[in-house]
């Protein structure tokens, strides 16, 4: 065991696990991990109207979670407030290693700038990063989907995966590419706007200002649209789940559900193409479909693609984007994976 492996284990940084039982010859490794509390980052989530802030350690524990509202997500001063807030009150004399957040827009992580967020105007710029430097703490600011992927490599579906692709679904789409082990932000921290690759041409103005991305065949808003079109309950409000749940009884709930199915596997059979990614860890609206969805989007996507692929749903829920944050700041502070 390495010097610097023994020394985390002796300040109780990382623990020893049971031996590994290979059959090889000689002494079994031992597996080493992370010990409950070690690595604590404080995790903040900002979405269109509040931003979310918990501890959570190394291992995956979430601790103190707060949520912290504000009115007008175009306004920098309210955006900034709420985040330095709940920052400060999670870390409530905690001793935290920094600070992840993540953003639902483009970030240059280099320069903990945020490019444009469509969704929070008001966390343009350095502002949110300039703020909590000021607590003297590392900080890392990163697109919301490239911090799932993070999660996901540290907590998830895609721990031991060298090559994966992490998809947030929902009112849009976002992609973290996770390539041979490194999460892929590009020199300005603009890769993996995947939603907005042209799947249609001269299709619907997105409103990105492109038209035909794949976030206008493969959101709620198209969903929502096309459930109204065919007369299904509760269309402006509907979800994968309650879709799939009308299925069963609905040939038109039925047909809608396929051809939703099928405009998602466009964008992972074009990533499976292009990459040659043979896994897709799905987050948000498409995981309430269950199995039958899953086997349904696979199903699709197969039938687009010259290589073998998986769907899988993330089992970390509702708290990967929160976990994702604090992965960005255990990835950069342990470079362990």
């Known amino acids: 065991m390495g010097t610097i ?7 109780g940084i990382l623990e020893e696990h049971d031996p590994l039982t290979s059959g090889a010859i000689g002494k079994p490794a031992r597996p080493v991990w992370f010990a409950p509390g070690a690595g604590l980052a404080v995790a903040a989530s900002i979405t269109a109207g509040a931003v979310e802030a918990c ?37 409530d004399g905690a001793s935290p290693v920094g600070i992840g957040v993540a ?28 703020q909590l430097g000021k607590t003297g703490l590392p900080v890392f600011i990163d697109n919301d989907s490239r911090a799932q992927a993070a999660a996901e490599r540290w907590f998830g579906a895609g721990r031991g995966v060298e090559t994966f ?5 929902g009112d849009g789409l976002g992609v973290g590419l996770v390539l041979e082990n490194a999460i892929i932000r590009s020199r300005h921290g603009s890769a993996g706007e995947v939603g907005h690759t042209a799947v249609v041409p001269n299709g619907e103005p997105c409103d990105c200002g492109l038209r035909g991305c794949w976030e206008t065949t493969a959101s709620l808003r198209w969903l929502r649209r096309e ?7 509760n269309a402006s409000s509907i979800t994968c789940e309650q879709l799939m749940a009308l299925a069963d009884r609905s040939a ?7 051809r939703y199915a099928a405009n998602l596997s466009v964008g992972l059979a074009n990533l499976n193409q292009v990459l040659s990614l043979e896994v897709f860890i799905l987050h948000g609206d498409v995981v309430g479909g269950g199995e039958a969805f899953r086997r349904m989007l696979e199903r699709h996507a197969r039938a687009r693609s ?18 994702g944050a604090s ?3 255990l990835s950069e502070t342990f470079r362990l994976v």
Not at 227 to 233: D, E, S
Not at 311 to 316: F, G, K, Q, T
């Open 5 to 11: 492996v023994q020394s985390l284990i002796d300040t």
């Open 55 to 91: 501890l959570v350690d190394a291992v995956g524990t979430l601790r103190g979670r707060l949520r912290v509202r504000f009115d007008d997500p175009s306004d920098a001063e309210a955006v900034t407030r709420a985040l330095v807030r709940a920052v400060d009150e999670v870390r």
């Open 103 to 130: 953003v639902p827009g483009a970030c240059d992580t280099a320069t903990g700038e945020v490019l444009g967020s469509g969704r929070v105007p008001g966390a343009d710029g350095r502002r949110l990063f300039d």
């Open 165 to 169: 692709a992490s998809v947030q679904t």
């Open 227 to 233: 459930a109204n079109v065919a007369g299904l309950p």
């Open 252 to 258: 038109a709930a039925a047909d809608l559900a396929e």
């Open 306 to 323: 010259l290589t073998r692929l998986s769907v899988r749903y993330s089992p970390l829920g509702a708290d990967a984007t929160l976990l």
């Open 327 to 329: 992965a960005l700041v």
